[in-house]
């Protein structure tokens, strides 16, 4: 009954590699989002889409490139990871962002990415 | 400037107090607030949003918002032990679709 799913838990892997976070949300919510939380437990918003289509990019290195291929999964792959990508990644979604009451995000477990 | 600040804290009370958290942000086209709570290893969960300037009460908690002065609080009666987590104050302009939180509260209620 999991509203908002991520894989992996937790990612541990080498500078330079390429690596994939999975996301899928059951809410029927049209919009997704991924953000990342950081030591300093920052959370900052990285990418918003709506109905597949991206709509907020927040100025992310294209080494991360997210991939909706329906409006119930956001993926998010990072190519040639560096240390600093370290973090813990969420993916979030709402129902309908432009509606006072429907905007809440409800957010997934996290992904724990570690790059050594 | 920050666009949305709030006190690292640690802010610590006694169980039965009154937590007081406060954020204030910067663009005074935002249009939706948000309190979510996080608890350390997990995700952000939703305490409270609030659209409209005054009070919203919810049980235990009640939002406050005040436009003019750009200044979202939460008010946490009958603080618990089970309240101690970090509580972010999020902010979403016209559209919605970027939200910025702001760094978090940490809040401990001793009991």
């Known amino acids: 009954d999991t509203a908002v799913s991520q894989t992996p838990k937790y990612l541990v892997t080498q500078m330079g590699n390429d690596k994939s976070i999975k996301c899928e949300q059951n809410l029927g919510h049209d919009t997704m989002y991924w953000y990342k939380q950081d030591s300093k437990k920052f959370l900052k918003i990285m990418f918003s889409y709506n109905n597949k289509e991206l709509i907020i990019n927040e100025t992310v290195p294209n080494r991360f490139s997210p991939k909706s291929p329906d409006k119930a999964h956001l993926n998010l792959h990072i190519n040639s990871l560096e240390l600093g990508d370290s973090a813990v990644y969420f993916c979030a979604s709402s129902q309908d962002p432009l509606a006072g009451g429907r905007d809440t995000q409800y957010f997934g477990p996290g992904t724990r990415l570690t790059v050594l | 400037q920050k666009e949305v600040e709030q006190n690292s804290g640690p802010l610590s009370v006694p169980e039965g107090a009154i937590a007081s958290l406060n954020c204030t942000y910067s663009?005074?086209?935002?249009?939706?607030f948000f309190w979510y709570r996080q608890y350390s290893g997990k995700s952000p969960e939703l305490i409270m949003f609030?659209?409209?300037?005054g009070d919203k009460e919810d049980g235990r908690f009640t939002a406050q918002l005040n436009k003019a002065s750009q200044y979202v609080s939460l008010l946490i009666r009958d603080s618990q032990p089970s309240d101690s987590a970090t509580y972010l104050c999020?902010?979403?302009?016209?559209?919605?679709?970027?939200?910025?939180f702001g760094a978090g509260t940490r809040l401990f209620v001793k009991a």
């Open positions: 663009d005074r086209g935002s249009q939706s």
């Open positions: 609030i659209y409209s300037n």
């Open positions: 999020a902010v979403s302009n016209t559209g919605g679709f970027k939200t910025i």
